[in-house]
């Protein structure tokens, strides 16, 4: 019931407050976000730490509610939150176009729940939920385009920005661990309407399985629990890395004992799209008892 009514409060944003913009924060705006932040910062330890797992749905549907009403005080924009970004994810892009607030809980042992939302830099608050759909997305998570708040829920790491033909993307790069038996990593695009976020695009250079002629509209990397996988930036080249993986029992269809294979392949973004890169980083095979090496070093 506590999931359900947080869920039916993040789904009443976007919402719009009449404010008047002032060039810098006030004084008096100030000290209330202060204050309201160190309200936020209970929450956030009690949503993660609340000796009663089932309490913390509760804590996080608390959080949500002082989240927002710290939103709707005027220029809030402007506040950085500097002791929340020690609690919750709180990420922008290099343009500063928006700011998303990102958290996950544990209610149970094997379970999480994500919970995110967009604050726009508008006058007056443009603030959009982000509700999680994660565990209805099965076969074809790849390929679904998703819209007014529904969300493949993760917890984001990086943002990065791209432009094609006056349109900009920005990639979010998280972590989903709500299987029992595996985590998954994505890169999901987004892009802004008039109606607000869109989650997913047709800008990997890579072909749906499940959608023949078609290509994917967020990219996952699924792998079993336990497992170290990467999937990040590379600043120096311009590109993203990330693991290739391989079912360590020879079975493809269970993804969930997917390893890391020891290739390196990525992305590069050109033409308005990202391009797959095989073998990104070129690895020497060493006799037994010796680490493979970079063929470049």
């Known amino acids: 019931m506590v999931q359900k ?3 039916c409060l993040l789904l009443l944003l976007p919402c719009s407050v009449a404010q008047v913009h002032a060039a810098d924060l006030t004084e008096t705006n100030k000290a209330a976000l202060q204050q309201m932040e160190d309200t936020l910062c209970n929450y956030a330890d009690s949503m993660y730490t609340a000796f009663l797992a089932d309490y913390r749905p509760i804590y996080s549907e608390r959080f949500v509610r002082k989240l927002v009403q710290a939103l709707k005080t005027p220029d809030s924009w402007d506040y950085d939150f500097p002791k929340l970004t020690k609690k919750i994810n709180i990420l922008y892009p290099e343009d ?49 385009i998703l819209r007014k708040g529904v969300w493949f829920g993760c917890l984001y790491y990086r943002i ?29 695009p987004l892009t802004f309407t008039d109606a607000g976020p869109v989650f997913g695009a047709p800008i990997f250079a890579v072909n749906s399985q499940y959608k023949p002629g078609n290509r994917i509209n967020r990219f996952v990397l699924e792998y079993k629990k336990g497992v170290q996988v990467a999937l990040n930036w590379n600043a120096q080249e ?47 095979p060493r006799k037994d008892g010796q680490a493979p090496i970079n063929e470049e070093q």
């Open 5 to 7: 009514m947080l869920l």
């Open 96 to 144: 500063k176009a928006f700011r998303i607030f990102n958290w996950e809980i544990a209610p149970g042992n094997e379970q999480r729940r994500y919970y995110g939302a967009i604050q726009m830099p508008s006058s007056a608050l443009k603030l959009y939920g982000m509700v999680d759909h994660s565990n209805d997305l099965t076969k074809e998570v790849e390929d679904t």
């Open 160 to 188: 990065q920005k791209t432009s094609s033909d006056g349109e900009d993307y920005y990639t979010l790069f998280g972590m989903n661990a709500a299987h029992r038996m595996s985590n998954r990593k994505v890169l999901d």
């Open 238 to 284: 311009n590109n993203i890395y990330f693991d290739d993986l391989v079912s360590a029992v020879n079975d493809p269809a269970r993804k969930y004992t997917y390893v890391p294979s020891g290739q390196i392949n990525g992305f590069k973004w050109a033409d308005g799209q990202w391009n797959y890169l095989q073998d990104l980083v070129k690895i020497v």
